[in-house]
């Protein structure tokens, strides 16, 4: 997920509205990407919302800041070796 204007993304809230029924008591693993916040306020907001549907977000999370330093025009995403 990315973070936009400090919160969770649109598009993530439309899917967990229309399939949390068959996710409900599902384990939840957040991967988020944004720029200097990697999307931990956006991440922080979703588990509040998947909670609430039953579902179970796991503490462990994969954050990637500054995403766009990683996205090639051509390659797409470039992940570093270091
Ligand atoms: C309108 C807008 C607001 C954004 N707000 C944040 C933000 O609050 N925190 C953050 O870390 N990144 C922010 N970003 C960066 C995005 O999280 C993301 O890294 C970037 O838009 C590229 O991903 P995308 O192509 O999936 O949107 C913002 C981007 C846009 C376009």
């Not at 008591?25 to 916040?37: C, F, I, M, N, R």
């Not at 549907?53 to 330093?69: D, G, N, R, W, Y």
């Amino acid at each position: 997920m990315p973070e936009y204007n400090f919160g969770h993304n649109a598009e993530l809230k439309n899917a967990i509205d229309y399939l949390h029924r068959e996710w409900t008591y599902k384990p939840v693993g957040l991967v988020s990407y944004g720029s200097v916040s990697a999307c931990t306020r956006g991440a922080q907001m979703i588990k509040q919302v998947v909670t609430t549907l039953k579902m179970t977000p796991v503490f462990e999370a994969v954050s990637i800041p500054f995403v766009h330093q990683l996205i090639d025009e051509e390659e797409g995403l470039v992940p570093t070796t270091s």
